[in-house]
């Protein structure tokens, strides 16, 4: 019997929970660590970014009002997900990077764990940042964190799967959706793991993923007045000065690139950024 | 004499004990400036108050190289303990000298003597006691075991609240091991000056605390000297976008408290009375030179008439005049500039066809007087319905479902606060949860407290001042 003729996979954007081609029509070539082909990824548009963020908007009322409780099951359910397509996410970080399947394994490993993590932390969170406030007069007075809306995310250049989990999940947590510019050189886990987003109740348009160049799509992203947040942990080879300057047009909340093996460590503070106090007061006396 | 009349009760200047001319606060002393001088006013009447120095870029890098070494060898080295004990100082001489600086503060900024004397100053006290408290638990701040101190904080403050504002920026840097230079806003210098007296009576170590003086370009030189680590801005949003943009590509760390266009929404089941009263204090409070004034009524169609015509009998009460007479109500407007602003708005909002209704007050011949204003008519599209005024005008707009008050409240591009006024608890809370804004006082309005984070959403800014917030702005955690 001859050898089994393999059936390769269309790699496209995930925009409002579907896979499109880039409207642009254009695709660019991903290749293994040697330089053998792997696959065409969709060469994202100013017009994919718009959509995206237009998706990501009408996403942020749905997902904002969806119980703490509720948002850490869909998360954890994601894990799950990863968990069951642990060998296809080792494979393809081995494909794009290079590195032996033990260490793709352990990337896969964390990944997941981090995942994890970040899903219990949706219903402790406004525990731990919020508080009630001893205001000296007679009223009731409660701080609570909310979203800040939607984040652009520059994800990690260097990593295929971590990276784009280490910046997802902690916006993810306190009811952001976010659109999300992958690896230029690794784009390949990020479709992957939008098809597992997809496939995890997390409702369409939460995520969004889009692959291409990151200095052509950033800026953008940067200066669309509906993107309230923007991580810039995966722009440092990008005029990333600029990005913050568009940002400060519509005082977008912005962070600055990071770099090396600890970059987007997973951190509370990593949730509190794109997130807003809101202090509400109430006379505690009869009105 | 009509019952609501009353015979002048003015506060005395006597109290005070003015220089005709003050220098820069850097490295604990006053020095001359070296960018010439400018002189601050009396906006309830244009009198003179003192010559005032300018401080040029060189002063900045001084203050800022004062502060630098203040951090270096003295006030990150210090314990929490010792740091809290001067702020405790501070909060104490503020109390001995309430009323000096309540005088000094009506004086300068032409806000009512008791505004000043009952809000200001003791909340001025009030947010020194509390972050003297933080200064030696900052273990306990939820930014993980020992966070450090940011280095300098560079400080610019607005005018409409001079000396709180100052409160609200030295207290909390302080508390957490930074070292300071403020800057306070060009029309209002008097009660910073005073402050840094204060500074000396506690024998705080020299340049823990700068003050310098100036325009915009001297708030410009703080946020951008290289030295500075720490940008806390308190203004109008057009200053925070340039901050915002001056910082990009630095590590410095910023908040920014900015606009407001807040909504104060009134059901029909709402307390009219309170409300009434809540709506006034919303707006003409400190002649709503307030960022988070309610300067959008969100009325619901069907009790529209009653609240409008008992708004109009309310302002018909209120007295305008002299800010150090303790029965005034209405002060002066802090400038001319932005009298002016108040006036070109108003008139626009005229031309757009909404209709003024203006309290029937004597307005005194010199100074910067704007009466009570309530447009009626405004739809959300009108420029008053949509820009900060920052003046004692009021725009009524109508609606009539609850998802119809949401969605006009947050048709914004700002979202400081907003105000909520109705008998049913489930119903403040479902609104209070939907309103994008950083404060929401419910049944009530413009409540302050050293313990309660304060700041905006959207475009009115980012990080928060008060509570154990306001910590986080001037540390960095471990983690």
Known sequence: ?287 | MSFLEYAPAPESRAILSLKPEYGLFIDGEFRPGTGGTFETISPADESHIATVATASDEDVDAAVAAARRAFERTWSKMSGRDRGKYLFRIARLIQERSRELAVAESLDNGKPIKESRDVDIPLVAAWFFYYAGWADKLDYAGLGPNPKALGVAGQVIPWNFPLLMLAWKIAPALAAGNTVVLKPAETTPLTALLFAEILQQADLPPGVVNIVTGAGATGAAVVRHPDVDKVAFTGSTAVGREIAKAVAGTDKKVTLELGGKAANIIFEDAPIDQAVDGIVTGIFFNQGQVCCAGSRLVVQESIHDEVVERLKARLSTLRLGDPLDKNTDIGAINSLEQLNRVRELSRIGDEEGAERWTADCAIPDKGFWFAPTIFTNVQTSHRIARDEIFGPVLSVLTFRTPDEAISKANNTPYGLSAGIWTEKGSRILAVADKLRAGVVWANTFNRFDPSSPFGGYKESGYGREGGRHGLAAYLKGAA
């Open chain 1, 1 to 287: 019997m001859s050898k089994r003729l393999t059936v390769p996979k269309t790699y496209k954007l995930f925009i409002g929970g579907k896979f499109p081609r880039s409207e642009s029509g254009r695709s660019y070539e991903v290749v293994s660590a040697k330089g053998d082909f792997l696959a065409n990824a969709a060469m994202a548009s100013r017009k994919d970014a718009r959509d995206a963020v237009s998706a990501a908007d009408g996403a942020v009322k749905g997902w904002s009002g969806t119980t703490a409780y509720n948002r850490g099951q869909v998360l954890y359910r994601v894990a799950e997900m990863l968990e069951g397509r642990r060998a296809q996410f080792v494979d393809e970080i081995v494909q794009q990077t290079g590195v032996s399947s033990a260490v793709a394994t352990a990337e896969v490993d964390e990944s997941i764990d981090r995942w994890v993590w970040y899903a219990g932390w949706c219903d402790k969170f406004a525990q731990v940042a919020g508080n009630g406030n001893p205001v000296a007069g007679p009223y009731f007075n409660i701080s609570v964190p909310e979203p800040t809306g939607v984040v652009g995310i520059v994800a990690p250049q260097d990593s295929a799967l971590l990276g784009l989990v280490s910046t997802i999940a902690p916006a993810l947590v306190p009811g952001n959706t976010v659109v999300v510019v992958a690896s230029q050189r690794h784009p390949l886990s990020a479709i992957s793991l939008s098809e597992v987003l997809a496939t995890s109740d997390v409702p369409a348009g939460v995520v969004n993923v889009l692959t291409g160049s990151p200095a052509e799509i950033a800026p953008w992203l940067a200066s669309h007045p509906d993107v309230h947040g923007l991580d810039l942990t995966g722009a440092g080879e990008l005029d990333w000065i600029d990005l913050q300057m568009d940002a400060a047009q519509t005082l977008t909340r912005v962070t600055s690139p990071e770099q090396g093996p600890d970059a987007a460590a997973p951190s509370l503070a990593r949730i509190a950024q794109f997130t807003e106090t809101k202090t509400v007061w109430h006379p505690k006396s009869l009105v």
